[in-house]
């Protein structure tokens, strides 16, 4: 069983910037195709942020482009999401996950809060 745990989130201001981080407790590129983050605001829906594959290429929700970067490190297994230029709007709880061939993993969340 693999387990996946974020970190980073708090409190920020409007224009501040964190670092989310998904550490797993085993290898990701034996285990995952694709690493991504997903968040989910108050009364609304899980959504997509941004996706790396094991090959690294990455896909972002289009209104997050520019705005959001991930990136992974194999030798770490950790999946990072940096977000810069944060919105109000970008409050939510963002999770990580960890998509195989026939499951995928969910971590707890993190919660963002940005607000002045």
């Known amino acids: 069983q693999v387990q996946l745990v974020e970190s980073g989130g708090g409190l920020v201001q409007p224009g501040g910037s964190l670092r989310l981080s998904c550490a797993a407790s085993?290898?990701?590129?034996?285990?995952?195709?694709?690493m991504g983050w997903y968040r989910q605001a108050p009364g609304k829906e899980r959504e997509l942020v941004a996706t790396v594959t094991s090959g690294g290429s990455t896909n972002y929700a289009d209104s997050l482009t520019g705005r959001f970067t991930i990136s992974r490190d194999d030798a770490k297994n950790t999946v990072y999401l940096q977000m810069n230029n944060l919105k109000p709007e970008d409050t939510a709880v963002y999770y990580c996950?960890?998509?195989?061939?026939?499951?995928?993993?969910w971590g707890q969340g993190t919660l963002v809060t940005v607000s002045s």
């Open positions: 996950n960890g998509r195989g061939i026939l499951f995928q993993v």
């Open positions: 085993r290898s990701i590129s034996s285990i995952f195709h694709t």
